[in-house]
């Protein structure tokens, strides 16, 4: 089964947002827009930083805000300069600037667009902003019109968590892929766990998806739920969540600024170095944020040693783990319970199916499995088959 690629530099060229989601930790009014001075350093710090292949993922913020000409000069530098580490490259983006400039530029370079619709209209527009849904599909559309491939990502909060079916039904019936998200405490928030999903509710909602997504697994995609499968069986950590991401993971803000990852950045104590020193890969594992990112490692070694899951879940993500504690380090991922019960439900239904068609002479049909729950092989057999 495929592998992702394990380098991975996100560029926020701005915090700004035109939208006001109202769980949105990740933008700032009046952020600048990052320069092409600064883009020139990220190919500078880059050009001799290591030799992985890179993905490089624009992200806000809104990135599109930088607009069609910040692209068209980005874009090709990034790639011609940096040839030698293969760039690839994503986008995260609510669509609402899109124009059909930046649409064929987009197109060009064979760019993914990730972008986030939490479900109908109604509910969508209530969490994040009014007119949010209509503006978001109008790009939408756009993007269609232009070739482009758009995933949307489905954040859960407390609040919506109670219209899953509806949720679910809603990306069904128009046709998208789904990838979900659960609202998360932010480190920057007075009030961290207001929309926040709580772990066993998280938990309980990735197995209905789960089942959701078996029961139709030609009309609909779950990518998480594809992860998650891959994590179990490849027994490798497929997305940054279940891997070590520190020293493979870093963002760099609109300033130059780097960080160990996006939902860092704007937090000047969490800025390990600057594009312009062209730190190496030593210089900001020894900063003390890539101390503090490898002290998380660390304390995973010892807190999940006794986990069946620790060798793909690696104590899920450090970020959660801090915002939950004002920074510090004092526990693993929040979410550990939630990863726990999908990892095991999808582990036991493997067995028991793989136990079922082995002894279909002793009766244990993977019929009468399926009479209980929806199977899970067609699923791993797609997997293994793309
Ligand atoms: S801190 Fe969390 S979100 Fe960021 S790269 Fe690491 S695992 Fe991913
Ligand atoms: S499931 Fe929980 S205990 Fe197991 S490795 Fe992940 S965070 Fe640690």
């Known amino acids: 089964m495929k592998q992702k690629r394990p380098f991975h530099v996100m560029i926020i060229p701005t915090l700004g947002c035109p939208s006001k989601c109202a769980y949105c930790w990740s933008s ?10 600064i883009v020139k350093d990220i190919v500078a710090w880059l050009k001799d930083f290591r030799n992985d292949p890179v993905t490089f993922t624009f992200h806000g913020g809104e990135p599109l805000l930088a607009g069609a000409d910040f692209y068209r000069v980005v874009l090709p530098m990034l790639s011609t300069k940096l040839e030698h580490i293969e760039p690839n490259f994503a986008l995260q983006t609510n669509l609402w600037k899109l124009t059909p400039e930046l649409a064929e530029v987009l197109f060009e370079y064979n760019i993914p667009i990730g972008s986030s619709l939490d479900g109908p209209q109604k509910l969508n527009d209530l969490q994040r902003s009014e007119g949010y849904y209509e503006r978001t599909m109008k790009g939408y559309e756009l993007a269609k019109s232009h070739g482009l491939q758009v995933q949307f990502i489905c954040t859960f909060t407390s ?21 979900l998200h659960p609202a998360l405490p932010s480190l920057r928030s007075d009030e961290p766990d207001k929309w926040a ?11 209905y998806l789960m089942d959701r997504y078996l029961e139709n697994l030609n009309r609909i995609e779950v990518r998480n739920i594809n992860d998650y499968c891959r994590c179990v069986l490849t ?16 963002a760099v803000g609109p300033d130059g600024s780097i960080y160990p990852c996006y939902r860092f950045v704007g937090m000047p104590e969490y800025v390990m170095g600057h594009v312009h020193d062209r730190p190496s890969q030593k210089d ?13 490692k660390e304390y995973v070694d010892e807190e999940c040693k006794g986990c069946k899951h620790i060798r793909y879940c690696r104590g ?37 199916e793989m136990m079922g068609s082995v002894g279909l002479e002793t009766d244990v ?21 793309n």
Not at 318 to 343: L, Q, W
Not at 366 to 381: G, H, N
């Open 365 to 385: 049909s993977v019929e009468s499995v399926k009479a209980v729950r929806p199977a899970i092989m067609p699923l791993i057999r797609k997997l293994a088959s």
């Open 235 to 250: 027994r490798r950590g497929t997305v940054c969540t279940f891997v070590d991401c520190m020293e493979n993971t870093f």
């Open 284 to 296: 900001l594992a020894e900063s003390a944020v890539g101390l503090l990112m490898r002290h998380f």
């Open 316 to 352: 899920g993500c450090p970020y959660n783990a801090m915002a939950s504690t004002s920074g510090e380090i004092m526990g693993v991922d929040p979410h550990c319970p939630a990863y726990k019960r999908i990892f095991d439900e999808i582990a036991d239904r493997f067995n028991e």
């Open 159 to 179: 609040y919506s968590v109670q219209f899953k079916e509806q949720i679910f039904n809603h990306f069904l019936e128009n046709g998208l892929a789904l990838k």
């Open 197 to 207: 999903l709580s772990p066993e509710k998280y938990g309980e909602l990735l197995v």
């Open 28 to 37: 700032e009014v009046g952020s600048p827009i990052m320069s092409i001075e």
